[in-house]
């Protein structure tokens, strides 16, 4: 299929990644998955009228809280890792600043969801 090509793309070597159809497919899957939580955590708060502190920490210690509140802090975050990588790519011209960015980013939001999810399990164990 070298016909498809441009005579350019075939000089600079550079052609599809054969990888944007799956980072699209994350995207998406990431913020259907975050319709439902995003919707659960809003009725719980609103279900606490009274949210002092103890009682919102007897519900994060709820383990089907704990769980849920997990999976929003890691969804969320992988969502917007994706979404901030096709920024990047899109507005960022030079290879390596984009390369770093993207780098620098995604760590940043793993440090984030790391304590995040921390924080829920250290509160949902009491310590």
Not at 47 to 62: F, G, I, K, L, R
Not at 82 to 94: F, S, T, W
Not at 112 to 119: C, E, P, Q
Request: proline share 3%; charged share 10%; aromatic share 14%.
């Amino acid at each position: 299929m070298s016909y498809l090509r441009s005579p350019l793309s075939v000089a600079k070597g550079h052609g599809s990644a054969k990888d944007g159809t799956h980072h699209f497919w994350l995207q998406r899957v990431t913020a259907i998955a975050l319709i439902p939580l995003i919707v659960w955590f809003c009725l719980s708060l609103a279900m606490m009228p009274t949210a002092t502190y103890a009682t919102v920490v007897d519900w994060m210690q709820s383990p089907f809280n704990s769980v849920m509140l997990i999976l929003s802090i890691f969804a969320a975050f992988y969502h917007l890792a994706l979404g901030l990588q096709v920024i990047l790519e899109d507005y960022i011209a030079n290879t390596n600043i984009r390369m770093f960015s993207i780098l620098g980013m995604k760590l940043l939001c793993f440090f984030f969801a790391a304590l995040g999810i921390f924080s829920v399990i250290k509160i949902a164990v009491g310590g």
